[in-house]
């Protein structure tokens, strides 16, 4: 990258990359992770992309929303990212979901439609599978 000519563009080279493994945990609340499969991050420059495969065990509060921490890096203050998520089962299959990184948490937030956080028996019982980008520093 940026190399491809006579002369070297600098501003443009690819000097920082990185993938890698990162382990989700639940904050707060009764919930527990039964399964962790595909756990996966890319960092190109200050942009993360973060992807995940979750089996929840059916044992979430009914008070307390859906928050997801272990971020492999912390989130750029005053930016957020988001993404999709899929769910199999719990008391709210029919609503899209998506996650949200907020600098403010540094956490995934869980939310349905189009700003209702998502408890975290709404999707106990069943699996998560989400993709989410962020900005760091």
């Given at each position: 990258?940026?190399?491809?000519g006579?002369?070297?563009?600098?501003?443009n080279?690819?000097?920082?990359?990185?993938?890698?493994?990162?382990?989700?945990?639940?904050?707060?609340?009764?919930?527990?992770?039964?399964?962790?499969?595909?756990?996966?991050?890319?960092?190109?420059?200050?942009?993360?992309?973060?992807?995940?495969?979750i089996?929840?065990?059916?044992?979430?509060?009914?008070?307390?929303?859906?928050?997801?921490?272990?971020?492999?890096?912390?989130?750029?203050?005053?930016a957020?990212?988001?993404g999709?998520?899929?769910?199999?089962?719990?008391?709210?299959?029919?609503?899209?979901?998506?996650?949200?990184?907020?600098?403010?948490?540094?956490?995934?937030?869980?939310?349905?439609?189009?700003?209702?956080?998502?408890?975290?028996?709404?999707?106990d019982?069943?699996?998560?599978?989400?993709?989410?980008?962020?900005?760091t520093?």
């Amino acid at each position: 990258f940026g190399t491809g000519g006579p002369s070297p563009i600098t501003s443009n080279t690819l000097d920082d990359y990185e993938e890698g493994t990162w382990t989700p945990t639940v904050i707060g609340g009764t919930l527990t992770l039964s399964t962790l499969w595909s756990r996966k991050y890319t960092k190109i420059g200050n942009l993360v992309t973060i992807q995940c495969f979750i089996a929840l065990n059916d044992d979430g509060s009914g008070g307390v929303n859906a928050v997801i921490g272990g971020l492999p890096f912390t989130v750029l203050g005053n930016a957020y990212g988001t993404g999709v998520l899929s769910h199999s089962t719990g008391l709210d299959t029919t609503s899209t979901m998506y996650v949200r990184a907020e600098a403010a948490y540094n956490k995934l937030l869980v939310y349905k439609g189009s700003a209702t956080q998502v408890r975290q028996d709404q999707i106990d019982g069943g699996w998560i599978i989400f993709t989410v980008s962020y900005h760091t520093s």
